[in-house]
Structures are given as structure tokens and as C-alpha cells.
């Protein structure tokens, strides 16, 4: 075995840049695969989080079950049907649509304006402000609540009034609050306003909404087959033109597509032929 070992040495001390090749692709390889494995579990932490915190406390969302091209919307009574079911304890409707920002130099942005009910988002979604105050349920001015990054970006301040350009019309808001870099200022990238779902209603000409989302009870959210039951549960009441999802479904499927390539990368690394 001790003549094995030196005729060995011997071998690689001679072919001594072969062996220093050979080393230094073995040392490359294994920096690949730490390399790919670090950045795709950084960016499905990462990605997890955003969802997080842009669906915020809810457990489920109910949505149209039809194509998401198709503005088709959510009739009233599905809020309260969601409010009262067994396991639910807050349920929040939204209804979004894109606006162009009108800036003051003849500049143009596109943000997203999201009409909610003030007084129960809060109990799914976080909203932390940075400065001003939040949107009043009972007010139908238009008023509107943004991000601190956007206004920093477009030089806007509280108290101004902007224009958005909504479909054909052009409507002016009066920014009352400006929301720090957290939850739910993090729906589309921070390039969102919120209004309540009276003016967004009429803005938007749109008597429906697009979205609830339900708060869940800690014991049956925490438990992913209670979970399930109830989700299979308020499907089956709300029948098959509704569709009861998990909020982060869409981040769960990004998370899978980037493992999927990850895979495949490594799979590649690892088939590649020796030369």
C-alpha cells in the first residue's frame, strides 16, 4: 500500500501542471457549487419576504378565477360570505389598477393606485407612515397616500396635489401621507399610491373588486392540513368561479423556478466532459 501511495506522488509530482490543473478545477467546481447554492437560498429568502410583506398577515386571498386579463371582478357579498366563515378572523378587500404619474417637468411615471378599506387593511397589510396621516374610511376626497421613496424620487411633498392619468381621465389627488419602506410599500416596487375603495371605485368606473384577503386564526394558519381544510372548505362555498389561493402562491413559484435552474446549472457543471 506504501508503494501505491509514492508511485502516486510520484505520478503527480512529475505531470506537475496537469496536477495543478486538476486542483485548480476541483477548487473551481466546489466554489460553483457553494457559489449557486449561497445565491439561490439568498434569493428565495429574499423573495419570500417581499411576498411576506406585501400580502402581509393573510393566510388566503380570493380572487377571480378567470384569466387575470379578464377585469371581471369579485361581487360585494363575497367579502361578507369570507368575513363570516368559521377560522376567519378579518377579511380586507382591494381593487388596484395602473395610473400614470403626470410630474411637474412633463415627465411620466407608472404607478399602481390601490383602493382600500382604511379601516380594516391594517389588519392584514402594514402600513407605517413616514410623515402626514392615513387615509380616513368615512372621507370621499381624493386623497391619496404614497411612498416616502416615490415622492423623494419625483420631488413631492405633503400636502401637494399630483395628476394621475386613469384610463383616458386625468384626475388630481391631494398626497396626505407618505409610507416608510415596509410592507405594504412594497407592492409594485414601492411605485404605489393608496386611496380608499369609494374614490378608487369611481376612478376606476369599476363597481367590483379585485382581490379579498383573510386573516387567518393563528392554531388553524400555523397548521398547514387545518389550513388547507379550510381553504378546500371556502372554495367549495364560494363555488368554481371564485378561486381560494395561498398569497404567496406567486412567490413560491418563482422560489421553484430559480431551484429548477439552479438544478440544472449544477447539472451541467457536473456532466460538463473533462478534457
Keep these: 500500500m506504501g508503494n501505491f501511495y509514492l508511485l502516486a506522488f510520484r505520478n503527480l509530482w512529475v505531470r506537475k501542471?496537469?496536477?495543478?490543473?486538476?486542483?485548480?478545477?476541483?477548487?473551481l467546481g466546489v466554489a460553483f457549487v457553494l457559489a449557486?447554492?449561497?445565491?439561490?437560498?439568498?434569493?428565495?429568502?429574499?423573495?419570500?419576504?417581499?411576498?411576506?410583506?406585501?400580502?402581509?398577515?393573510?393566510?388566503?386571498?380570493?380572487?377571480?378565477?378567470?384569466?387575470?386579463?379578464?377585469?371581471?371582478?369579485?361581487?360585494?357579498?363575497?367579502?361578507?360570505?369570507?368575513?363570516?366563515?368559521?377560522?376567519?378572523?378579518?377579511?380586507?378587500?382591494?381593487?388596484?389598477?395602473?395610473?400614470i404619474l403626470l410630474g411637474k417637468d412633463n415627465t411620466s411615471t407608472r404607478l399602481t393606485v390601490a383602493g382600500i378599506d382604511p379601516s380594516t387593511d391594517p389588519r392584514v397589510r402594514?402600513?407605517?407612515?413616514?410623515?402626514?396621516?392615513?387615509?380616513?374610511?368615512?372621507?370621499?376626497?381624493?386623497?391619496?397616500?404614497?411612498?416616502?421613496?416615490?415622492?423623494e424620487k419625483h420631488s413631492i411633498q405633503l400636502n401637494d396635489k399630483i395628476e394621475l392619468l386613469i384610463g383616458r381621465e386625468k384626475q388630481t389627488f391631494m398626497v396626505i401621507g407618505l409610507l416608510m419602506n415596509k410592507?405594504?410599500?412594497?407592492?409594485?416596487?414601492?411605485?404605489?399610491?393608496?386611496?380608499?375603495?369609494?374614490?378608487?371605485?369611481e376612478v376606476f368606473n369599476r363597481g367590483k373588486v379585485d382581490q379579498v384577503d383573510l386573516v387567518i386564526e393563528p392554531p388553524i394558519a400555523q397548521n398547514p392540513d387545518r389550513l388547507e381544510a379550510l381553504r378546500a372548505a371556502l372554495q367549495d362555498q364560494l363555488g368554481d368561479t371564485l378561486a381560494v389561493s395561498y398569497p404567496a402562491a406567486g412567490g413560491q413559484a418563482i422560489s421553484g423556478a430559480i431551484s429548477s435552474l439552479s438544478g440544472r446549472a449544477l447539472g451541467v457543471q457536473r456532466h460538463r466532459p473533462h478534457r
Design 126 to 151: 402594514v402600513y407605517e407612515l413616514e410623515a402626514g396621516r392615513f387615509l380616513d374610511s368615512q372621507s370621499r376626497s381624493f386623497e391619496i397616500v404614497l411612498t416616502q421613496a416615490m415622492a
Design 17 to 27: 501542471t496537469r496536477t495543478l490543473l486538476t486542483l485548480f478545477g476541483v477548487a
Design 183 to 201: 410592507g405594504a410599500a412594497h407592492i409594485g416596487n414601492g411605485a404605489v399610491g393608496f386611496v380608499t375603495l369609494d374614490v378608487a371605485r
Design 36 to 99: 449557486v447554492n449561497i445565491t439561490n437560498t439568498s434569493t428565495r429568502q429574499s423573495l419570500e419576504a417581499f411576498f411576506a410583506q406585501t400580502s402581509g398577515r393573510a393566510s388566503l386571498s380570493v380572487s377571480n378565477a378567470a384569466s387575470l386579463s379578464v377585469q371581471t371582478g369579485i361581487r360585494a357579498s363575497v367579502l361578507r360570505e369570507a368575513q363570516a366563515f368559521p377560522g376567519v378572523i378579518a377579511a380586507a378587500a382591494m381593487t388596484s389598477d395602473s395610473a
